[in-house]
């Protein structure tokens, strides 16, 4: 039996209709010094700790 196979009994046993769409955990932001417009407007946030740039990476074939 190969792993689609295997996947597509495992995805037959447990129904994803029944799982919640999401579920997210979202803390409470607390307030801190901000940045200065320019920079938050080159970051999208004035919050540093917000600051999260995406780096991008390839993946192994």
Same mark, same amino acid.
């Given at each position: =039996?190969? *792993? !689609? *196979? %295997? =996947? !597509? !009994?495992? =995805? *037959?046993? =447990? #129904? @994803? %209709? *029944? +799982?919640p769409l999401a579920m997210a955990y979202v803390p409470w932001q607390e307030w801190e010094r901000t940045c200065d417009v320019e920079e938050g407007f080159q970051r999208g946030t004035i919050f540093p700790? @917000? $600051? %999260? #740039? +995406?780096?991008? $990476?390839k993946f192994a074939k």
């Amino acid at each position: =039996m190969g *792993d !689609r *196979d %295997k =996947m !597509r !009994r495992n =995805m *037959d046993q =447990m #129904p @994803l %209709k *029944d +799982f919640p769409l999401a579920m997210a955990y979202v803390p409470w932001q607390e307030w801190e010094r901000t940045c200065d417009v320019e920079e938050g407007f080159q970051r999208g946030t004035i919050f540093p700790s @917000l $600051y %999260k #740039p +995406f780096t991008c $990476y390839k993946f192994a074939k």
